[in-house]
């Protein structure tokens, strides 16, 4: 290879290609990714460029060519989460082209719309133009004054006037699932938030609800203006009491994040006295309190997307015109539930049926149930739903989304009593890792089913690698006894290995009419080898014996904790109580969960001041075995009551149902 030597400042195109001894023609086409060069020479002209530190200057390159390699994304308002995650989405995509993103915010004002995007277009080879709310003959003008473009979240009018890709989401059929949802729940006043008056996916939600109130008599559908933020929401809290509905869809998230502080300002229970949907599921979303139900929306795929779409455009590789059409999903949390119970009763119990309850063979051992309120198992897109009549009493999700760090597995949530109170909670703020009723372990064989940190001795708890996964891959629902669902669950350790087969058998009933059972019944099985079951109590850590089925509740104004051995969460911990009760105190309601144990009593892991949760702990001070091809039986049998019990009568109750 030529040497060379450079009198300047720094190193020239000519100078590599002098040293690699081809053309700058050629160098050029190399260091702009050209695959028409051989391979050969590619090779060489990078190695010179490297021998004499060669960095091309984004400058010259962007003059030779033509190009900035930078495209801009004009949003309505990048303060919105939604918004944001598109943007992450491009940057990540154009990122490995070599492009960066400018970005402009038009602050929701479409008179300036136009202008914005024309100024940004001109510093820029190409545009994404987000949610745009200008009128659609304005936005057919300004379409191919700053192409090549990419729409999300809208169309042209007619798209035979330009030739440009539109990514929509189909927020029709989103609208309309949600207030399906709301309909199976019981509830037929809703009221509708509505977002920007020029917001094309308004437009859309308004058509999907519309789809539901023509084929629904008796749905009342009220809509009021609102907007597209957290202030929006906060200040529609007046109008949306005054319009007296049983539920609210907002038109977001952030919409719905205003209702919900106005709502617990105002003493309204959700979702007990009113349930509340947003639109979008963004990250905060799960992580609220309540959680919220939302439609999920692929944001960061939505722009990952326009991208893709964009960069065909600027290198003319595939014809443009067509539109990408992205499907949502519903995703039901802690904010909705069944209607209020006294528009509830009305409904469900006929006038002329008897109030006592008459015995339902089908429900299982010793159990009563009222006629009229027949439960049943019912699959709801991934999940399955247990079902009285019109209500919705808990729902069985597989967890696929749950965090590894959280050990994924199927879990009961929300569980609500017969008046709507959900009695269960999931990702709370506490212990992100606890997920309302499950089977949750925190050591089997040195892997932890129960999520978080792990208790190393003279370490303290620690957040190892360890989790493990459960997977369901034989739920179903009983053909004829309606009442019971069967699972069978994989454990997985955290290298993907199976660890251990579960039997998992829930069965539900109607006790009397106020509160209903839950019996949860998992049979492990050590069909691969012996199972050591360990806790943080049985390495080292005293009094932390969790580890089985464990129930988490939500947290209350007050709770007070009831068993055998007396009152206080003193007396239930660590006890052999057969039975353990939460009385907990609610804005507008009182309830007890009453946790009972079936055959041999273990002791009870529970807390209540830090947070409400228990379960009988299979390891509670020394490591249980099961041996190769054995099994271990175990779960609890829950009975949620619409009151408060005080001791003598949760006694009783516990006897009834064991």
């Not at 054995?630 to 949760?650: C, H, I, P, S, Y």
Request: one cysteine or more.
């Amino acid at each position: 290879m030529a040497s060379v030597s450079t009198r300047r400042g720094g190193v020239t195109i000519a100078d590599v290609a002098t040293a690699a001894g081809v053309s700058r023609a050629t160098v050029s086409r190399v260091m702009n990714g050209r695959a028409t060069v051989d391979p050969e020479i590619s090779a060489r002209v990078r190695q010179a460029a490297a021998d004499l530190s060669y960095r091309p200057s984004n400058v010259a390159r962007s003059l030779s060519l033509g190009r900035t390699n930078t495209v801009a994304l004009v949003v309505p308002d990048l303060g919105n989460p939604v918004f944001q995650q598109i943007l992450r989405g491009v940057t990540s995509a154009a990122a490995p082209a070599g492009y960066r993103v400018l970005v402009a915010d038009t602050a929701e004002d479409p008179t300036e719309e136009a202008a914005i995007a024309l100024e940004a277009r001109l510093r820029c080879d190409a545009l994404v133009l987000v949610s745009p709310r200008m009128p659609p003959a304005e936005l057919a003008r300004l379409v191919p004054d700053v192409a090549p473009v990419v729409l999300v979240n809208r169309e042209l009018a007619h798209p035979g006037e330009a030739a440009v890709p539109s990514l929509v989401v189909d927020y029709a059929d989103a609208a309309a699932q949600v207030l399906e949802h709301l309909l199976s729940l019981g509830h037929r006043r809703v009221a509708y938030l509505a977002g920007p008056p020029g917001s094309a996916s308004d437009a859309l939600r308004r058509t999907g609800l519309r789809r539901v109130l023509d084929r629904t008599p008796e749905l009342e559908l009220v809509e009021l203006p609102a907007g597209p933020d957290i202030a929006a929401g906060h200040a529609a809290v007046d109008e949306v009491l005054t319009a007296r509905p049983t539920a609210v869809v907002a038109f977001n998230d952030l919409v719905a994040f205003g209702l919900l502080a106005g709502l617990n300002e105002a003493g309204v229970a959700v979702p007990k006295d009113m349930s509340v949907v947003g639109f979008d599921d963004i990250d905060l979303a799960r992580f609220a309190t309540p959680s919220l139900t939302t439609v999920a929306v692929p944001q960061a795929e939505l722009g990952r997307h326009a991208w893709k779409e964009l960069s065909a455009l600027i290198d003319d590789s595939v014809p443009a015109s067509r539109t990408t059409r992205f499907e949502p999903r519903l995703e039901v949390r802690a904010t909705t539930g069944p209607v209020p119970r006294q528009v509830a009763r009305a409904r469900v119990v006929p006038p002329a049926e008897p109030a006592d309850a008459v015995v339902a063979e089908s429900a299982g051992a010793g159990s009563t149930q009222p006629a009229s309120r027949e439960v049943r198992w019912t699959p709801d897109g991934e999940a399955v739903v247990l079902r009285a009549g019109d209500l919705r009493l808990a729902r069985y999700q597989q967890g696929d989304r749950i965090p590894a760090v959280h050990a994924p597995r199927s879990y009961l949530h929300p569980v609500h009593t017969l008046a709507g109170v959900p009695l269960t909670d999931a990702g709370p703020v506490d212990h992100r890792h606890h997920y309302g009723a499950s089977m949750a372990v925190a050591d089997v064989n040195g892997t932890s089913y129960w999520g978080g940190r792990t208790f190393v001795a003279d370490v303290g708890p620690t957040l190892l690698p360890n989790h493990g996964r459960q997977v369901s891959h034989a739920l179903a629902v009983d053909p004829v006894e309606q009442h019971l669902l069967h699972d069978g669950v994989r454990w997985h350790d955290e290298q993907g290995v199976p660890q251990l087969e579960e039997d998992r058998r829930l069965d539900a009933w109607i006790l009397d009419d106020e509160s209903w059972v839950l019996d949860w019944r998992s049979t492990l099985r050590a069909e691969r080898g012996a199972l050591v079951i360990g806790s943080p109590a049985t390495n080292g850590r005293p009094g932390a014996g969790y580890g089985g089925f464990f129930w988490r509740l939500r947290t209350a104004a007050s709770t007070s904790v009831l068993s055998a051995h007396g009152r206080g969460e003193e007396s239930a911990h660590g006890s052999t109580s057969p039975w353990v009760a939460f009385v907990q105190e609610h804005p507008s309601h009182t309830t007890t969960l009453l946790l009972v144990q079936q055959g041999e009593t273990v002791p009870w892991f529970l807390r209540a001041s830090e947070y409400p949760g228990a379960g009988p702990a299979l390891a509670w001070d020394a490591p249980r075995t099961i041996p190769a091809g054995g099994t271990l039986e175990t779960g609890a049998r829950a009975v949620l009551v619409d009151r408060g019990l005080d001791l003598d009568e949760a006694a009783a109750l516990a006897e009834r149902v064991r």
